[in-house]
């Protein structure tokens, strides 16, 4: 039971135009959302946020849209860089946890930024 | 400075043994957790603990045991080891329980059952 899913396992930008990675998610009590961006032999490092009150949320280069009545979430890097490649996880928050920080994982998009 | 550490990094082991990962955090944070990356890709919870006490326990075999010594340490203790554990483990931590607390990884342990 896949709850969040990233169907393009990998994409491919030129350096200066934007990435766009995907992800959709299935439950509907999910009111947290977030980005965390990976490195090969390094762990998940925490990059952006959003929450389901609002549809989009921004950091420098960083911006993530929400889709509510979609199920759909997107960020976009403007302008990608090369140390921009890396795998990007989207990951999700159930409402229901109450106080606990349970994150549901998509599998990852593969960001390869060329020259 | 490794925010969140993990040792060993690799594990290569057979079917049966006993093993341990270690996972050691120095940001003062009270939560810890462990997840489990399998070959799809999947990166999924394990455990979570708060102060030393469990407070999410997912479907997890009893074969794997966490053990929290104090705060600053959660261990992953997992007994008989099979084929199907292969996969990487990450340790996280986060300041406290609130659901907006962001989790700090480490980097993991590539752990292999043959």
């Known amino acids: 039971d896949q709850q969040v899913k990233q169907n393009s396992p990998s994409l491919s930008v030129q350096e200066g135009r934007i990435s766009i990675l995907n992800c959709d998610y299935t439950n509907s009590m999910f009111d947290y959302f977030l980005w965390y961006k990976k490195y090969p032999a390094e762990g998940p490092t925490f990059l952006i946020s959003?929450?389901?009150?609002?549809d989009k949320n921004e950091d420098g280069r960083f911006t993530v849209f929400l889709n509510k009545s979609a199920k759909h979430l997107s960020l976009h890097i403007v302008p990608s860089q090369p140390g921009d490649s890396a795998v990007y996880f989207c990951?999700?928050?159930?409402?229901?946890?109450?106080?606990?920080?349970?994150?549901?994982f998509g599998t990852g998009t593969r960001l390869q930024v060329t020259l | 400075d490794t925010a969140v550490s993990q040792t060993p990094k690799y594990l290569v082991t057979q079917m049966g043994n006993d093993k341990s990962i270690k996972c050691e955090q120095n940001l003062g944070h009270d939560t810890m957790y462990w997840y489990k990356q399998d070959s799809k890709k999947f990166l999924k919870i394990m455990f979570s603990?708060?102060?030393?006490?469990?407070?999410i326990n997912e479907t997890v075999p009893n074969r794997f045991s966490p053990k929290s010594p104090d705060k600053a340490h959660l261990n992953l203790h997992i007994n008989s080891l099979e084929l199907g554990d292969s996969a990487v483990y990450f340790c996280a931590s986060s300041v406290e329980l609130r659901r907006t607390d962001t989790q700090y990884f480490g980097p993991g342990t590539r752990l292999t059952v043959l």
């Open positions: 959003i929450s389901s009150i609002k």
């Open positions: 603990y708060n102060n030393k006490e469990l407070i």
């Open positions: 990951a999700a928050r159930d409402a229901r946890t109450g106080t606990a920080s349970k994150l549901t």
